[in-house]
C-alpha cells in the first residue's frame, strides 16, 4: 500500500491489528496518527494524565487479553507514562505503548520537550523500539504487537519520532500482521506429573495469571472434576475456576479467610500453573518444605525462582491442562485418583469452614465507625452477579476487599498486583465501563488513592460512563500509618494522615452522585441508590481507623523494612 506519510502507515496498521480503543493524552508529535484514525472504527478515551491513560490501557489488555494500546506525547507526556508500565512490566499484561518523540534531525538542537526515552523505559519492558523509517513504521507495529502477547505477556514500547510519522515513505508497504503462537507442552512431562499425582495425598493445584492468559479455565475444571485434585487461584488467575466450584478453595493467598494456609502448610505437592513464586507466598515458604513442588511456566526463566523446583515443566497452561485430560480419559485414571484425595478435600473444608467462621465477626460488625470489613463483605454480597466487575486501589482497602471478594469467574477483577501502585483505579473503572457498558462496575477504595487521578472523574461523567465507588475512608494513609504503629509502636506525625475529606461532595461537584455513610446499616441502601441513578456515585464511607489488615502487619514485618 502507498502511505502519504509514517502517521498515515502507523493508523492503518493499527487498524490492521483490530485496535478499536487507543487512551491517549494530546500532544502535537501524535497529530500525524491521530489525523489518520480519525473518522474510523478506533475510538479515542483522551485521559486528563498521561498516567491514566497508560492504567486504562493495561486494564484492558487484563480484561480482553489482548494489547491494551495508549499513546502519549513526547518528553513529559512520556515521563507521566511510566508508572502503570512498570507496573505493567511486573504483573505481565499485554500493552503497547506508542510514543512521539522529537524528530531523529533535531536530536540534541535543544527542541521542545527533547530527551532520550528509550534508555529511561527500556527495563520496564519487554521490548524498546525505535522506527527510524517511515517504511518499516507497519513492521514495527506488528514486531510490538507479537511481541506483547508472544510467551509471557507484557508491555512494549514504541516510539515514533515525528519527523518519520511526518515522513512519506519511499516505496509501498505492506500491512503485516503475525500471529503469535503459544508454547506446547512436553507430552512426557505431563506423564510424569500424573504419576507424581498419583504418588501424593495432598496435593494442592495453584493457577495464576498464566490460566487466564491462556485460558485454560475450562480444561482446569475438567482435570479438577476428573481427578478431585483442589485448585486455588491466584493473580490474574483468580476466577478461572470459580470460587463456587466445590473443588476450588478460592484464593491461594495465606491471609485469605479459608484453607489457603492450611493448605500450604499440609501440601505435600505444590503444582504451580502459571503463577510466581512472589512476596504473595512469601517466596515460596508458605508452602510446606518437605512438599515436593512441581512448576509449569511458559517463560522457563521463571522457573526456579526462590525455591528448587523438582519437576518443571514448560508449557502454556491449557495445552498442559488438555493433555493432563487427554491421558487421564485414556488411561481411566480419574476414578483411583478422586477416591485417594477424597480425605484431604474433607479436611481442607473443615479448615475452609473455619478460616471463613474466624473472620465473622469482622465481616458482620455492627460497629461504628464502620470496620472495613464489613464495607468489603456488604460490597461483596452486593456484586453477586457473575458478570459484575469489582476494581480495588488503596494499601488496607485492597486486601480487606481481596479478603472478602468470591470471584464468579476470571477477568472481572482489577487490583494493582506486585507492583503496589495507588492511584490506578479509577481509570481502571473508566475501563470496564467503557469496555462493558452493560455490567455493573464497583470501585473499592482507600481515601487517599481517591487522589492521585482523581480527575479522571470528570472524563467519566463528561462521557456518561457510570459507576460506583466506595470509600473505606480512614481518614489517612491507613495502610502505611498501621505499619509504622506496629514496627515503631506509633504512627510517624506528618506523613500518614489526611483528615476528613468529604469526596463524595467533590462527585457531586462534577455533576456525579455522592452518599455519606456512618453506619454498617447504611452501607446497602446507599449501593441500591448509587447503582440506582446511573452515574458516577461515591459513598464515602466513615471507617474504623484503627483496624490493621493483615496486609498492614505484613508489610511491617517483611525483609525491606527491618
Ligand atoms: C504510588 C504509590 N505511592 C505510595 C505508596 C505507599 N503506600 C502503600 S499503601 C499506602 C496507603 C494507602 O492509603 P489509602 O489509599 O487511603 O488506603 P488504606 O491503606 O488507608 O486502605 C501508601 C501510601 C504506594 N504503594 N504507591
Known sequence: MKFSNGGEAAAQALLAHGVDTVFT????????????????????????????????????????????????????????ALTPIASASMAGTPLVLISGCVGINMIEKLDLQDMRQAPVIEPMVKKALICHSAERVPEFIDLAFREAVSGRPGPVYLELPVDILGAEPSREVELPVTRAE????????????????????????IAGSGAWYSDAGEELTRFIEATGVPIFTAA?????????????FEGSLAIRPGSGMHAGMNTDLVVVLGNRLNLFCLFGDTYNPQARMVQVDIKPEEIGRNRKIDLPIMSDIRALAAELNEVVEREGLGAGLRERFAPWTDELRRAHAEGKANAEANWRSEAVPVHPMRIAYDVNEYMNRDDDIVVTDGGDATTWIGMSRTMPCAGHYLDYGLFGSLGGGIPYANTAKFLFPDK?????????????????????????????????????????????EVRLGRAIEGVTELGRIDYHRFVESMGGVGFL????????????????????????????????????IALANVGAYK
Request: aromatic share 8%.
Open 25 to 80: 493524552l494530546c500532544g502535537g508529535h501524535l497529530n500525524p496518527i491521530y489525523l489518520h484514525l480519525e473518522n474510523t472504527d478506533v475510538r479515542f478515551f483522551d485521559t486528563r494524565h498521561e498516567q491514566a491513560a497508560v492504567w486504562m490501557a493495561d486494564a484492558y489488555g487484563r480484561l480482553m487479553r489482548r494489547p491494551g494500546v495508549a499513546m502519549v506525547t513526547a518528553g513529559p507526556g512520556f515521563t507521566n
Open 182 to 205: 503459544s508454547g506446547v507442552v512436553d507430552r512426557g512431562k505431563a506423564h510424569e506429573l500424573l504419576t507424581w499425582l498419583a504418588e501424593a495425598e495432598k496435593p494442592m493445584l
Open 517 to 552: 455513610v456512618e453506619k454498617p446499616e447504611e452501607i446497602r441502601p446507599a449501593l441500591d441508590e448509587a447503582f440506582a441513578s446511573g452515574k458516577v456515585a461515591c459513598i464515602n464511607v466513615m471507617s474504623d481507623p484503627t483496624a490493621v489488615s493483615p496486609g498492614s
Open 236 to 248: 490474574n488467575g483468580r476466577g478461572v475456576v470459580p470460587d463456587t466450584h466445590p473443588l476450588c
Open 440 to 484: 455493573r462496575v464497583l470501585l473499592f477504595t482507600g481515601d487517599g488513592s481517591m487522589g492521585f487521578n482523581f480527575m479522571e472523574l470528570e472524563r467519566a461523567v463528561t462521557k456518561g460512563i457510570s459507576f460506583v465507588i466506595v470509600i473505606a475512608n480512614d481518614l489517612g494513609w491507613g495502610m502505611i500509618r498501621h505499619s509504622q
